[in-house]
């Protein structure tokens, strides 16, 4: 039976099958994130994890305008409470808890097995790259405006941007360029740098080839799928030779799947295989 | 006394001083790896990293039409044999250690001290991927047809492909791109995204640009050259702190070599150097 | 009261408001390195760190022909002294001592908080890649000529090149090529690689490049550019788990910055806060 | 206001002033683990982080007989439902998934900064290593019978015992010898390996004792236990280096409590000083 | 069939089902080890590994006066040959490949899935060391005289000792205190520092103890033992939570082993389960 | 020519050839540290890793009554200077720095290659366990009080006892039993536990057993020596891999030595080598 999703600020539509939609829908707002959104948006990414009509996410922002202008400053208390008048205790129980709730609830979208797409346009600042660089693919479109943008509200990013940007991004020159000044660059300094990996003319066609891209992901066996984005996850914060330690952890029982007599007849028949839901 | 090369699926020959060509050889299949020819890889990558004639190492596939199509499916039984019918069986003691045995094949090439330079043409499907991300440094003909191919046939790849593609190439959205959807991508976007440093016109001229390659990094003391790749590969697994603890562990019994003094007298003096076998 | 710089290599100046410009000023060697100069500039980079005054730093070389020729091959000892005849004994009492403290002090330059900005122009060979690379951003000139130089001198670069290129830069095919073969390369190939974020026609454009990239990212709040900082540096080298758990340890002390209330208010009035020293 | 705490069987009790008693209450089935009451004691460890009364946490069996018999295996599906029949869907869907849950579970009581003293008495099998190993102090009655049980039911410990006994027992080869063999050990081994650090005569007077360490503990500065504990825990999964810089992090925000003046206000007087909540 | 095991200094019995007793043979020079024996080493634990019949394995030194006396100093070169002059080429291509291949025939008792057993009796030196480090349980007769004896031949243990007892021993103030002055130490000490888990009279009585202890771990499912060794192994060298990783990606696939709906119905009916050979 | 030891606090003897006693000399307060007196012991531990008269250090304190008793927080401003009052800051420019400084001494215990044996006596408090396990042999009186002291003053131990425990100590219920209590214990509970690894009657008798000691260990090979403790302390914070890696970067240099053929001739004469200074 399908599950239904009813969260005040995410939509969540199935258009193809197999392919997920996730609104960011807050646009009088130009999409900015409450500290409860934050928190609620773990909880999507953990419905679509285990929802086996899942097969892969489109995340994007309602609106033309943005996909998140970032944190809504005015309803966040980013200091913490004047209540507790010891650092130390507000560091330790007011403001590290608060931290660490945004933190996991963004980590939700690298823990949830399923391929996601980000389709960054408009305002795209703070959280938009806290969030997509825990996505697995970012595209763009050309009048997308983004920028790391929690310098210049006096702190460091600390939902993940830059303990992400040094992973997802070649070159260190760059990021710390556009991590010190909070400066706005566009589509093309986003793609040169490998941010993201396509750029569309506008919010319409980037949906179009997210779709596109989301399709073709779909149809291939979901068990090779997930496979793959748990080990390249993990590889990408261990040394080679864990990475190869894992995977011989992790595939052979995977590859006891029915999915690969059904992919290899296919390709020796030349017909397309159609692969059960995981 | 030369070593001799006699492999059924490789052939070794030395066209210049130094420079070893290392050939996969089963065209009619378009060097399609069996799990026999991975094994078999490893030895010859071995038998190269302790010939001292050998400095630098030109990997190649036979043939107009493919460095290698992949691993040849009708020959390897993916998922293990039917016989062992417990999963955690023929988990534990079949495929494990085929993995394994696959694995560690292909690191063979990075164990090797020589630098490997890999020229993909053609069909360099799959294996391609996870052999020549083994190398140091990968090549392409303009007419190159790439591809992480294994989702295809419903598997991660397990060889090394993607705990390696997230080391060599900086954009992740690109690499989760390319591993999710299987698709094939050419010599413009290898480039682009680092995964080639080079792309040549077709298969001849890049070997001639390997080849020049391989002279000039031959002419170079082998005891400089082999303690860099053993150094950058150890940094890319560790962190800056350790790269640096371990280049001092190294580097003081590299540093007593007489090529430092026949360099520096090469470099007041300028002329060339001729740098002993090692 | 402002600090004084005394030192013979090295110039320090304050241009702008808390931004330093640290010239390595040997230009009759074009800046090559003696051993003793190493050991200062870590003592330059402490001296700046804890200078209340210095926000941002800008490094050049002085003159119009190098950032740096490299090592001064002539006056430093590569391979240790000829009076210890038992290798052990040079390499644990001698070579590598001497290492750890090349190292050291480029190492400086990372564990200062202030942002680094190096300027690459004319001959930038060897040392110039090490010292360049354990700063934060890299910019250069048209004609800049960069070379990984070590192993032209028959040793593998050690004073951190290699343990910090594979960090700072995506490709590792292209990073392999420069290191193994000391070839010269140019501003393009930097910025295509990344090596580099931007190129400018001439050592003066740079250096203006630079000062307004350093005033921009000095008019910010320096407790975020130094916490930035920080959780960059730590994020390169660990897990994005342990990133985001170190930034969860670093914040909830930094968020009770009296900057925060400062630059939200600043941008709802959509006026320009001034951020006390540091 | 203070908590309620309501859970089918989980009694939580505050006998002293910032002493909590959390009792695993199933004693009709010996304490055993149906795989709702783990999932459930993560919950019980998350409220106690956040309750202020709350500084130290004893965790203990309800009963004479048994702190835990381990899981239920009569309830618990451990190979999985038999309607998957694909073995990498099963994997994937439903073991994983119910594996990390409950690992995340016993994870809880890591994570909560306020120690946790496990009284482990009478059976204390399988489920009772995974948690306790996961608590801070292990304390056991002379009557305890110890086992990691979970080879005699035909699977390897995954629950956290592997992993968490090599860090908390120094003896490797007794680690190993228990494990392999699921044999039933009793106060005297455990004690003389380090994995309890004391012993009582029964379950009174074991919890006697631990209500005076708690007290102990509960009269000191709870910055400075709550930041220690985070710190060892921190310390045991990283090198020494590591550990310093993650200590130099978080103890610049925590040295401003007011506790510090307080505490050694005390120190100085010879008064006993009184801690606020954190 | 089972297999047979031919090599001059290894004698291999299966003196009971499941069990194997594999004995170093070289009494005459008290088993001391040439270079060759340790590579040979090496080949005989990869035939237990893979061995059907084998599920533990018994390690013990033939006659009555020792384990190993260690490296046969006579028959290896140490320093490596007089032939090549430049201490860099000695380094590189002569002395680590030896080293290397030491270490990875050592290694082999680690990567072997079968718990090893080693009974450590009268001289048992250098070598002795570092290759019970390598193996799981240790245990040794009252007569026994252990050394890490390197530094007295004018090295550091480089076979794995020091990089194994800061793993499988607990203290390391005692660590330390043998390395560094090579004192010989008796059973008492070694059990009391954990890097033996039990003493026995003589070796007869010890061989008889190890017999017990493996007849008992071989009447266990092997898929719970061996998955229980290499999730411990990668325990020791990770963090708690990779770790946990590691965990959650190897027993989704073991779990679904017929052995533990076996093993369960043997616990609740109280009849002892025989399990098949993995 | 002898180098000479000048240091208002600490004392420096060569009682013995290749003995070096560092006294830590402040007894009419208890040994009792000043910030100065720290950042100076880091100092005395440089001198003597660079002073070749020096082979191995012991570490005491002068006087009667106290090894140390640890931080003099009559001078030491714990939580910073009123005069900030921004907490970031505080927490920035003042506190981490002094924390880090303070580190780094201590460090500097182990980065020096000498082996180090601290004779613990009397009151031995806070720093003394900060300082001691940052030493390579602990071993104490009968007489010793010993405590990880800091949560009585109101933080966390941040000099480094909370990260070296868990390294040098087996059983984690014990290390955080004295943490979270700071409770005093005594020499049985030490040796029991492994924190030290030998008793004496008084200090007298323990200098003289630390005597004996230091004297053995600076008759060996200070090449082997040396080696066996930088790689002792590699080994501690990285793999098993990690660590026979590194082993195979240092010692096919050290291997080179002359000591090995003094040694092997020695043994095989049976008469005892002199080594050279280092």
Redesign the interface.
């Known amino acids: 039976m399908p599950q239904t999703y009813t969260y005040e600020h995410y939509t969540v539509t199935f258009p193809k099958d197999g392919v997920a939609v996730m609104e960011i829908n807050r646009p009088g707002a130009l999409n900015a994130f409450t500290g409860d959104m934050i928190v609620t948006m773990g909880r999507v990414f953990d419905q679509l994890a285990?929802d086996?009509d899942c097969r892969v996410i489109i995340l994007t922002g309602a609106g033309d305008k943005a996909f998140t202008a970032g944190l809504d400053?005015?309803q966040t208390n980013?200091?913490?409470s004047a209540a507790s008048?010891?650092?130390?205790?507000?560091?330790?129980?007011e403001?590290?808890?608060m931290?660490?709730s945004f933190?996991n609830a963004v980590?939700r979208a690298?823990k949830c097995?399923k391929?996601i797409i980000s389709v960054l346009h408009g305002y795209s600042f703070g959280m938009a790259i806290d969030i997509s660089t825990a996505t697995?693919?970012?595209?763009c479109t050309e009048d997308v405006k983004l920028s790391v943008k929690?310098?210049?509200?006096?702190?460091?990013?600390?939902v993940?941007s830059?303990?992400?940007?040094?992973?997802?991004?070649?070159?260190?020159?760059?990021?710390?360029?556009i991590?010190?000044?909070?400066?706005i660059f566009g589509a093309e300094e986003a793609l040169k740098?490998?941010?993201?990996?396509a750029v569309f003319k506008d919010k319409k066609e980037a949906l179009e080839g997210a779709m596109k891209?989301a399709e073709?992901?779909a149809s291939?066996?979901p068990?090779?799928?997930?496979?793959?984005?748990?080990?390249?996850n993990?590889?990408?914060?261990?040394?080679?030779?864990?990475?190869?330690?894992?995977?011989?952890?992790?595939?052979?029982?995977?590859?006891?799947?029915?999915?690969?007599?059904?992919?290899?007849k296919g390709?020796?028949t030349r017909t397309k295989p159609r692969?059960?839901k995981?």
Chains 1, 2, 3, 4, 5, 6 share one sequence.
Not at 136 to 139: H, P, Y
Not at 162 to 177: E, I, N
């Open positions: 285990t086996s400053i005015k980013l200091g913490g008048v010891d650092p130390a205790r507000k560091m330790i129980s403001l590290r808890p931290l660490l933190q980590t690298e097995l391929p697995d693919i970012r595209i929690e310098v210049d509200i006096g702190l460091a990013a600390d993940g830059l303990s992400r940007l040094v992973k997802v991004v070649g070159s260190m020159s760059w990021v710390k360029d991590c010190y000044s909070a400066r740098n490998g941010l993201v990996s891209m073709l992901i291939k066996s068990v090779a799928v997930q496979s793959s984005k748990e080990i390249l993990y590889s990408v914060d261990h040394s080679v030779e864990d990475g190869l330690r894992y995977t011989a952890a992790w595939n052979p029982g995977a590859l006891q799947t029915i999915d690969i007599p059904a992919a290899v390709s020796l692969f059960e995981l």
